[in-house]
């Protein structure tokens, strides 16, 4: 009897466990609900006759004071004031900024690393990705406010991962076929165009000149 293949247990990196979870609909009401409530909110920016400026104004209005209200009239309900996170009263300790710099240290240094074979312009996968990447880009954002670009990213992130994890197999093979296409695509690139482009010799480093021996003082 065949037995189906395991399949490994998808990890995100840079998410928190907690985020990690509700994009990969771990927690489904959890992410429902946040999915939904952005789905509403996306359709209400679109079919509503403000701008997206003229909301996020009024929104900060309403929770202001809604906030106030809570906070000076929550006792005649036998309630207490809105939650206020610790670290927004008494700030960040000096561990609590260690521990948030060490975390970021990895990442920041792979970042600059990219950045730096990007610089050096060497790397021709590198810099076409770059290039290829930063043109769409532009033109995405063309098409589209920041709010519709949200929104796509949002879909997205709690779509994707999702059908990699249920599908990732087929779409590990869809990958590595795409990876091959891209090599064979960078290699004939270099054979054919890159090789026959003259590079500049780096003339020899000269000898420095060679000093006089001294004369000895005669006494």
């Given at each position: 009897?065949?037995?189906?293949p395991v399949k ?18 771990r ?6 609900a946040?999915?939904g409530?952005?789905?509403a ?10 701008n ?5 104004s009024?929104?900060t ?11 000076h ?5 036998s309630r ?18 260690r521990?948030v710099?060490d ?25 076409s990705?770059?290039v290829v ?5 532009g033109r ?11 929104y ?23 990958l590595?076929?795409?990876?091959a ?7 004939a690139f ?8 003259p590079?500049?010799?780096?003339p020899?480093?000269q ?10 003082k005669?006494?």
């Open positions: 009897m065949s037995t189906a490994k247990e998808v990890h995100l990196p840079f998410l928190p466990k907690n985020v990690e979870d509700l994009v990969l609909w927690k489904p009401k959890e992410a429902g946040i999915f409530g952005a789905t909110a996306y359709l209400a920016y679109v079919y509503n006759p403000f997206g400026y003229t909301i996020v009024y929104l209005s309403i929770v202001s004071l809604a906030l106030f209200l809570w906070s009239l929550g006792h005649f309900v207490s004031g809105p939650p206020v996170p610790e670290f927004l009263v008494k700030g960040v300790t000096q561990e609590q900024a521990q710099a975390a970021a240290l990895p990442v920041i240094n792979k970042a600059l690393g990219y950045v730096g074979v990007l610089a050096s312009g060497k790397d021709l996968k590198t810099s990705l770059v990447g930063s043109y769409t880009a995405i954002f063309a098409l589209s406010s920041p709010f519709t670009l949200g796509v990213v949002l879909v997205l992130a709690f779509v994707l991962p999702k059908v990699y994890e249920a599908k990732q197999d087929e779409v590990d093979k869809v590595a076929l795409i990876k296409k891209l090599n064979e695509g960078t290699t270099n054979n054919n165009v890159l090789s026959k482009i590079k500049a010799q780096v020899p480093a000898a420095p000149p060679a000093q006089a021996p001294s004369a000895k005669v006494e």
